[in-house]
């Protein structure tokens, strides 16, 4: 789309050199370059936004997904620091019931 809009306003502007010696084919290929030029800073004006619309949406669903990947890993980070506690309170009373029992041999 971009290369006919600049092939559109070439071909306006060799237009205009052409028609230079007629007033009224002048003023009006002005007032057509001026709405072609209007039409098509609107055209892209509606692109960046659609642009960057797909940016923010792309932007959230990032961050969603990070999101959740990072619940996850802390979940499991819980999870394992839960079973170290576990595993060592079980180690130590082990060791706890160990002793009284080689105390007494």
């Known amino acids: 789309m971009e290369k ?6 070439v071909g306006g502007i060799i237009g205009a ?15 057509s370059q001026e709405e072609v030029q209007a039409k098509l ?7 960046i936004d659609d642009l960057e619309k797909g940016t923010e949406k ?4 990032v961050k ?6 990072i619940d996850k890993a802390e979940e499991k980070l819980d999870k394992s620091a839960e079973k ?8 130590s ?3 706890a019931n160990e002793k009284p029992a080689n105390a007494n041999a």
């Open 84 to 91: 170290r506690k576990t595993s060592a309170r079980s180690k």
């Open 93 to 95: 009373q082990t060791k």
């Open 4 to 9: 006919f809009a600049v092939g559109l306003l």
């Open 64 to 69: 969603e997904k990070t999101d959740k990947i």
């Open 41 to 47: 800073d609107q055209f892209m004006d509606d692109k």
């Open 17 to 31: 050199v052409i028609t230079a010696n007629n007033y009224k084919m002048r003023t009006l290929v002005k007032k």
């Open 58 to 61: 792309i932007k959230q669903a």
